[in-house]
C-alpha cells in the first residue's frame, strides 16, 4: 500500500443466503450499540464480534476491517437522517418554502449533533474515499427529492435544470453543514445554521415564487448603482 494510502473499505462479499445476512445484521446492529455507547477507539473488531456473540473471523469473512465496518454503520445511519429530511420536505410541500428551509436545516443539523459518538464516527470515515462515496449518494438523495417539491416544480424550469438547481442547493448546504458540525461551541454552530439558512433561501430565491419577497423564474438581482455620488 503506498504512502497516505487508506486501506480498503467495501465489504469483502454480499451475503446471498438468509443466513449470512443475518449474520451480517448482527454485526452491524453489534457495531452501532458499540458506536452509539463507546468511544470510538474502543469499537475494535473484538469487541463487536463479542457484542454479536460471533467469533471475530466470521466477521472478516464480510469486512476486510475495522473501518469497513464502521462505514457499513455510517451508511445506515446517513440513510436513516436522510429518510428523515425527506419526510420533513414532504411533509412542508404546502409551507412557505423559506419555512421549510428553516425547519429542513434545523432538523438535519439536529440528527447530526444529536449524538457525539456518531460525530465520532463522521470523523474517522471523513477522509476516506468510500465516506466522500457515501456523502455523494446521499446529496444525490436528497437532491432528487428536493426537485420534486411542488415549489420548486412550480417555477417552470425543465426537470434537468431542476435536478442541477436542486443538486447545487444541497451540495452548497452540505459544506456548510460541516462547518456546522466542526464548530467548536453551540453558539458558534447556531451561528454557522443561520449562515447556511441565508445560503439557501439566497440561491433557491432566484428561482421559487413566495411570501418572502423571491425574484420570479429567470430574473437577476439588480445592478449596483455607478452613481456614487
Known sequence: MSAGA?????????????????????????????????????????????????PVGSLYQYFPNRLAILAAVGRAVLREIDDATIAMLDASADAPWPETIDRVVDGTVASHRGNDRTAALWR???????????????????????ARQPALAACGRPADELQRIARVA??????????VLEARSPAEADAM?????????????????????????????????????
Open 6 to 54: 487508506h486501506p480498503p473499505i467495501a465489504p469483502r462479499k454480499r451475503p446471498t443466503q438468509a443466513r449470512a445476512q443475518a449474520r451480517v445484521e448482527r454485526i452491524l446492529a453489534a457495531a452501532r450499540e458499540l458506536v452509539e455507547r463507546a468511544p470510538l477507539d474502543a469499537v475494535t473488531t473484538t469487541a463487536i464480534a463479542e457484542r454479536a456473540s460471533l
Open 124 to 146: 474517522s470515515l471523513a477522509a476516506t474515499p468510500e465516506f466522500r462515496k457515501l456523502a455523494q449518494e446521499s446529496n444525490g438523495r436528497l437532491a432528487a427529492a428536493l
Open 170 to 179: 444541497i451540495e452548497a448546504g452540505d459544506t456548510v453543514q460541516k462547518l
Open 193 to 229: 445554521a443561520g449562515e447556511m439558512k441565508k445560503l439557501l433561501r439566497a440561491y433557491l430565491g432566484l428561482y421559487l415564487d413566495g411570501p418572502s419577497g423571491a425574484r420570479p423564474p429567470g430574473a437577476h438581482p439588480p445592478e449596483p448603482s455607478k452613481d456614487r455620488t
